[in-house]
């Protein structure tokens, strides 16, 4: 069950323990997060969302930025380790491009918004909130590039940009996939990035015996 789904599930009033009420209550945030942004949230929407008073919630949370940044280091956690785990599900690089692109589509699409608070926040110009998106953008930037300096022999300054331009086109892309309703289905659409990108990447020399 996640987050959201035991905020729905918990009546008011209900004793939980410490973990399980930290998650229902990140999970009500998300939801008022997303649906509001950060600046016009309260945190009287987000106690009353996850039903509980005002002291319980601040008993976990001392503030609504610490409440903000928890969320924020969750989902930005969920994104690295899908591009992780979509780069080391195939040693084939096409698909693992495929992979990894459909890794960020994933990413957006979840029911539940969290992408909004790491690519469309509210709260870029708070140094806490800005120095997260930037540090997973280049965790995930530099998880690519070492595949792409393995697999091509270029320098890591030369396979950091590559890098660098493929994660910024799946996440913009994907957020266009899903703002603009497109027709085009998730597979089509992964598809289609993806062959752009391997006509591209294809140009590198593989270093290894195997392209």
Known sequence: MTAIEQTEARPRGTRLPRRARRNQLLGAAQEVFVAQGYHAAAMDDIAERAGVSKPVLYQHFPGKLDLYLALLDQHCDNLLQAVRTALASTNDNKQRVAATMDAYFAYVED??????????SDLTNEPAVRERVDRVSLACAEAISAVIAEDTGLAKEEAMLLAVGLGGVSQVVARYWLSSESTVPRATAVQLITSLAWRGLAGFPKSGPEH
């Open 111 to 120: 029911e539940g918004g969290a992408f909004r608070l790491v690519f469309e």
